[in-house]
């Protein structure tokens, strides 16, 4: 060590085989599943160490490499900051670099469980069907050979590898924000086994178990920043640090095919059926942040905990949780929904979380329908009015045309992002028309119900005549 550096984070991995593998290492993943899994291995034990993969770029390789695949997990209170070292990586893949060793390391015959975090576009599936979308240019490659490329080519060409060696299935634990997120994966990956084999796909239908999950805990990005925190506090440099709010929650369908960590010890919570969970999760908690993020984005606010400090949209948010959010929640025996929305609303103005706007605002066209088209479908079917998350829709429409309110480009992310701008135009009659044509992200119901055409064009001229402030006001 240089003088006058500090020192840096290392760690010598252990040699135990690994248990898992874990598809998209991104801070989610490691602030979440990964710290549950480590602590359910100190409780009760087991090789369950995690090799994790990243599916598109090497970045997080090269920083936790030197670091023994070590990492500091910096959980950000109101009141104060914690750090915990998270040893449970055992090495980190880059699939792009080298498919067939994730395929190796998928098919040894020691990996039980291979859990993913591939955000809601990583499933390659049509969002409004759920089905496998087999023009996706991931998929045509996918089925053009045998190295893949895509979160369900990996799985599917896995298994099949396991198969063929007479090593029984693993379980795959989908941990992502959609709903039903086992049955979504379990899907994809049979629609892609029937492309490449179909005595394949009559296997994995036997054999390989798909428990849906529900996960829950703030992880903004982390930022050059966060990097000198964690020096501060700790006295280490730390190249891949993650920042983590203190809540957390897992709600897992128990349903594993080869074991699992003992992930009761460590208060994941296992149920025969999470649906119920993850739709109160999904559309109070995401639908609210898209909705806090598409808004707060374009009335100036960088954060969500900015957002909430504003009094109106506060007000705002509270009022979609009490009269169109909860409403057309099914009442989740033991659970207060009332008391959910309080804490998700202190979780928010949580000021040392700095989650920004714009990140959520991502990928929309993958989102919304799962966490605010629903809500807005089944109100409408009961008669029930949603103005303000029809306000949202139309506040997401604006945010995809790429232009803020003054007129200044925002970085619009999102598979669709150039056909959405495509949209846009002068009349915002023929605007509505165009977005309500999107099959992909519409469903059916609102794309045919007048009523929710003439709702959404007085929301978008409401927010292009007076502005997202002035319009959440309203
Ligand atoms: C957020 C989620 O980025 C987003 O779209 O809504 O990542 C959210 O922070 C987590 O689901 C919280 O559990």
């Known amino acids: 060590m240089e ?3 500090p020192a840096r984070l290392h760690h010598t991995a252990s040699a135990a085989p690994a248990g898992i593998v874990h598809l998209g290492l991104g801070a989610f993943f490691r602030a979440h599943g990964a710290i549950y899994v480590e602590q359910a291995m100190a409780a009760s034990g087991g090789d369950w160490g995690i090799i994790g993969v ?5 970045g997080t390789r090269d920083r936790l490499a030197p670091q023994g695949w070590a990492y500091t997990a910096l959980e950000l209170g ?4 914690t750090a915990q070292v998270v040893t449970v990586l055992r090495d980190v893949l880059v699939a792009p670099e080298n498919p067939q060793a994730v395929l190796d390391a998928m098919a040894a015959p020691a990996v039980r469980i291979v859990s993913l975090t591939v955000t809601e576009k990583g499933y390659c599936h049509q969002p409004s069907t759920g089905r496998l979308n087999a023009d996706h240019p991931d998929i045509r490659h996918d089925l053009a050979g045998p190295l893949p490329k895509s979160a369900p080519g990996f799985l599917v060409r896995a298994l099949q590898a396991r198969r063929a060696a007479g090593v029984g299935p693993f379980t795959v634990l989908c941990c992502d924000n959609l709903p ?8 994809v990956v049979l629609d892609l086994a029937r492309l490449i084999d179909p005595d394949l796909a009559t296997w994995i239908e036997a054999n390989v178990a798909f428990p849906s999950t529900m996960v829950d805990r703030i992880v903004p990005a982390t930022t050059p920043d966060d990097l000198d925190r964690v020096k501060a506090l700790t006295g280490q440099r730390d190249e891949a640090p993650v920042m983590h709010e203190p809540f957390r929650q897992w709600v897992v369908e128990d349903r594993f095919c080869a074991g699992r960590p003992d992930l009761g010890a460590v208060g994941v919570q296992l149920v025969d059926d999470v649906t119920p969970f993850e739709h109160m999760k999904l559309r109070m908690l995401n639908g609210t942040h898209s909705s806090l993020a598409y808004l707060g984005y374009l009335a100036g606010h960088q954060t969500i905990a900015d957002t909430m400090a504003d009094p109106d949209m506060a007000q705002f948010v509270d009022r979609l949780w009490r009269s169109e959010i909860i409403p057309a929640l099914t009442p989740l025996p033991g659970t207060d929904l009332a008391a959910y929305a309080d804490a998700l609303a202190a979780r928010y103005a949580n000021p040392a979380i700095r989650h920004r706007t714009w990140q959520i605002a991502m990928d929309g066209s993958q989102k919304l329908p799962q966490r605010i088209l629903g809500t807005i479908a089944e109100g409408r079917a009961a008669g029930r009015p949603v103005p303000g998350l029809t306000l949202v829709m139309a506040a997401w429409m604006r945010y995809v045309s790429g232009r803020d309110e003054a007129g200044a480009a925002i970085e619009v992310k999102d598979p669709l992002a150039p056909q959405l701008a495509a949209l846009w135009h002068t009349d915002p009659v023929a ?13 059916a119901s609102l794309r045919d119900d007048p009523g929710f055409r003439s709702d959404l064009v007085g929301a978008l001229n409401l927010l292009l005549g007076h502005g997202a402030r002035a319009a959440v006001r309203a």
């Open 78 to 81: 109101p009141e104060g900051e």
């Open 54 to 58: 990243s599916l598109q770029s090497p």
């Open 431 to 443: 605007t509505v028309d165009a977005f309500l044509a999107l099959a992909q992200v519409f469903p």
């Open 3 to 5: 003088a006058g550096l």
């Open 180 to 187: 039903e997120n086992g049955r979504v994966v379990r899907g």
